[in-house]
């Protein structure tokens, strides 16, 4: 029996779908599958909406098909299915002198997840995004199978990367990886008292890897403090490991109450001394730090959360101050929230990156999160900026085309590829985004 019909969600749990979804282990069960007519892929459902969801149709599950296939060292390349995972990457080729070049955030994204949303990671402002160190892949689209390259093919290339899976199924894909000293990171953690320092230490770093976790419950002059967190690769030295931490049940709504979220974060900033500190760790602590704690998004309780993610341009870092003041002053915000310096560099039409400054914070799936939410996303917009995709579970689509100005040469390839709108999933349907009106 190749598909079963089960209930699944997004990794925000405040979206969920019911539909078939097949599992293939090998390639022979994949083509078997997609005999009866495309139908879009998933991995590990690590976007927090619905951009993997498929309510009342077929996903297939890409999960299995995740073997490291080859490695060239004197290239750096290496071939592996889509369903593999950047953190098991990153554990195999570290001890070897070896990273993907772009590490997101959770090491259990799939490689074609990867590439669907053209991720970035803390090191955007020096390596651009994930889908610019991918030399090639093939792809099963309507016609057939196809080999993707952005020499070769350069407009299917840009359409699939960051284009949420619906140009085909990516079956296998070429990784350049990037050479580092070893596999563990010696990493720099120093305070920032208020938002004009934070910006200006992320403006400054030189680091290889940074990203400032701010306390979006800090208000008046202590808005936007936070901690600075600086990475480089090192070898030789064996850090503490960390023992992994389950989640066992939904937590109560009292959990993130606003009084227990400031308590928590005045905590975690008093945490690095005043003077700073430098410390050495696993490289998947560094990059992957919530991986250890499993079903960690079971502590919003079982409504589940919604993430608020932005980029503006570095000229609106004012705006984006504003915005983060809204943010401090509602009382919803969580204790996850993430500044980050990016560069210009993206590989595809709908990719998120721009030179700017992002921003990310969770909020409970409540109704007054949901209101604050969507009048962020009004500012955002106004901002000149854009919506991640891969954490996006409100928009709606009628600001998506300003802040994506190549989305129609993106629907003239998907049209192309997929002319029967067989790929299409929650999040494209919901912003109307292969619509050409």
């Keep these: 029996m190749l598909w079963k019909t089960a209930d699944y969600s997004g990794w925000g749990r405040a979206l969920r779908a019911k539909g078939e979804i097949a599992r293939p282990e090998r390639r022979r069960a994949l083509d078997d599958i997609l005999a009866e007519g495309l139908a879009p892929a998933i991995g590990m459902r690590r976007s927090y909406g619905d951009a993997a969801l498929n309510d009342g149709g077929r996903v297939v599950d890409m999960t299995r098909l995740d073997r490291m296939l080859s490695f060239d060292p004197a290239t750096g390349v290496l071939e592996v299915e889509a369903g593999a995972r950047v953190g098991e990457i990153a554990a195999a080729f570290g001890p070897k002198g070896w990273l993907p070049a772009v590490v997101p955030g959770t090491g259990f994204a799939?490689?074609?997840?990867?590439?669907?949303?053209?991720?970035?990671?803390?090191?955007?402002?020096?390596?651009?995004?994930?889908?610019?160190?991918?030399?090639?892949?093939?792809?099963?689209?309507?016609?057939?199978?196809?080999?993707?390259?952005?020499?070769?093919t350069p407009d299917l290339f840009r359409a699939?990367?960051?284009?949420?899976?619906?140009?085909?199924?990516?079956?296998?894909?070429?990784?350049?990886?990037?050479?580092?000293?070893?596999?563990?990171?010696?990493?720099?953690?120093?305070?920032?008292?208020?938002?004009d320092e934070h910006i200006a230490r992320l403006d400054a770093s030189e680091a290889t890897y940074t990203v400032g976790w701010i306390d979006a419950t800090a208000t008046g002059a202590g808005l936007g403090r936070g901690i600075l967190e600086e990475g480089e690769t090192g070898s030789g030295l064996m850090p503490k490991r960390v023992r992994n931490r389950k989640v066992p049940l939904d937590a109560p709504r009292f959990a993130l109450a606003g009084p227990v979220v400031r308590a928590f974060n005045a905590?975690?900033?008093?945490?690095?001394?005043?003077?700073?500190?430098?410390?050495?760790?696993?490289?998947?602590?560094?990059?992957?730090?919530?991986?250890?704690?499993?079903?960690?998004?079971?502590?919003?309780?079982?409504?589940?959360?919604?993430?608020?993610?932005?980029?503006?341009?570095l000229e609106a870092a004012p705006a984006?101050?504003?915005?983060?003041?809204?943010?401090?002053?509602?009382?919803?915000?969580?204790?996850?929230?993430?500044?980050?310096?990016?560069?210009?560099?993206?590989?595809?039409?709908?990719?998120?990156?721009?030179?700017?400054?992002?921003?990310?914070?969770?909020?409970?799936?409540?109704a007054e999160a949901r209101e604050l939410i969507r009048r962020l996303e009004d500012r955002a917009a106004d901002a000149g900026g854009r919506l991640y995709f891969a954490k996006d579970s409100l928009a709606q689509g009628t600001a998506i085309r300003?802040?994506?100005?190549?989305?129609?040469?993106?629907?003239a390839q998907v049209e192309k590829a997929d002319p029967a709108a067989a790929l299409s999933t929650g999040l494209v349907r919901r912003l109307s985004l292969r619509s050409t009106r």
């Design 110 to 152: 799939t490689v074609g997840g990867c590439i669907g949303q053209d991720v970035h990671g803390k090191n955007h402002h020096h390596a651009g995004s994930f889908c610019q160190h991918v030399a090639g892949f093939t792809l099963i689209t309507a016609a057939g199978p196809v080999e993707v390259t952005p020499e070769a």
């Design 160 to 195: 699939t990367a960051g284009g949420l899976g619906q140009t085909g199924i990516i079956t296998r894909a070429k990784l350049r990886l990037h050479p580092c000293k070893g596999d563990v990171m010696v990493v720099t953690e120093r305070r920032v008292e208020d938002w």
């Design 267 to 313: 905590a975690y900033f008093r945490r690095v001394p005043a003077s700073g500190r430098t410390t050495v760790k696993p490289i998947g602590d560094f990059f992957f730090p919530l991986d250890k704690i499993h079903d960690w998004n079971r502590l919003y309780g079982k409504r589940g959360f919604h993430q608020f993610q932005c980029v503006v341009p």
């Design 320 to 366: 984006l101050r504003t915005m983060l003041e809204t943010i401090a002053t509602s009382g919803l915000a969580s204790p996850l929230a993430v500044l980050k310096r990016m560069g210009p560099g993206r590989a595809g039409d709908l990719s998120f990156p721009m030179e700017g400054y992002t921003l990310a914070v969770d909020f409970p799936n409540r």
């Design 402 to 411: 300003a802040m994506y100005p190549d989305l129609p040469h993106w629907q």
